[in-house]
């Protein structure tokens, strides 16, 4: 029993030591010189990002670390925080650090790189619940007409097509056009990383758009045309005239990376409240980086996990026992 909680333990440190080395240099020790000094900021984050790989609630969170001390003593955490010390860490945690921690992530992912890469965006929907779409359907068969749904999150990202990495991120709530956080989401990216390239879909496309990527960003844009006439614009009439297809086809990494993010992490951004929606998808982003920057596959694409299983714990025993896994 003591040897399968230790490989558990094991198999649950996706990088442990990688986020509270992110954390550190994020975060500050206490909040403020008032706080309770009980628990220090860089391990809570830790154990959010741990959340969000496993996919699991706050009190299943605290279950975790009670249960084994091994994952409290590479945290390192004394005491177990309860699962309202989790939430409440949430709830004051701001929007900025964590894409700080995503910069720092992308810097360590980088090593000493400083070729322009090529980015996309787009942008992917995440549920607020767990319920099953199959469920959704069955419901809207027996009332014979479709039912109410609350609004669904919006998840917008920019990738590295090449490394297949986060480079920057935002949250709303949907259905909405996501046109018009282009720049910004850009202006963001173009701080850790040089864009060489820039990919998107018909949905961005602007002439006021291209006219950014080109003379702020000092990089090339490839965004297709809507097709309803000739378009207005230099370089919207060009993408028109002769569009450049071959590189265009890498913009379909990011739907591999929005696909890989949804298995092997979660589908998901729990809450009741549109904040807490927005800062879980967030914690997400933040947490495949990590699973990148433990794993260094990114050259090689997103590729199937060993076992979806093994995040949960059950089959640790059989996967700690094979050679090529326990180096994965």
Known sequence: MLQARALLTS?????????????????????????????????????????????????????????????????????????????????RLEDDDVDRGLQETVRRLRRRRR?????????T??????????????????????????????????????????????ARQGPGCDARALP?????AARGVPLGVVLADAEFDSEAHHQHIRQRL????????RRRGVPNGAIRNQMFRAFPKKPYRQRAKIESICSAVKRKLSS?????????????ALLLGLAYNLYC????????????????VSKRGYVATILCSSPGLERG
Not at 218 to 225: D, E, M, Q, T, V
């Open 184 to 188: 910004g989401l850009l202006d963001v």
């Open 11 to 91: 198999s649950m440190q996706f990088s442990l030591r990688g986020i509270l080395q992110v954390a550190t240099q994020v975060l500050p020790p206490y909040r403020s010189r008032f706080s309770k000094q009980q628990f220090t900021q860089p391990p809570l984050l830790a154990v959010l990002c741990l959340m969000r790989y496993e996919d699991c609630t706050f009190r299943e969170a605290e279950v975790r670390l009670r249960e084994h001390h091994e994952l409290r003593a590479a945290l390192p955490l004394q005491a177990v925080p309860d699962y309202t010390t989790l939430y409440r860490f949430l709830r």
């Open 125 to 170: 929907g995440l549920s607020h619940t767990s319920v099953s779409t199959f469920f959704l359907r069955r419901l809207e068969q027996h009332a014979h007409g479709a039912q109410p749904r609350r609004p669904w999150l919006k998840w917008l990202i920019v990738v590295d097509v090449q490394q297949q990495i986060l480079l920057a991120q935002r």
């Open 293 to 308: 920057l433990r794993h260094r596959f990114p050259q090689r694409g997103c590729q199937q996990s060993p076992s979806v």
């Open 218 to 225: 000092g990089a090339k844009s490839i965004i297709p045309a």
């Open 115 to 123: 070729r322009a890469v090529s980015a996309a965006i787009d942008g």
């Open 268 to 280: 998901r951004a729990p809450g009741r409240s549109l904040a807490t929606q927005i800062r879980q």
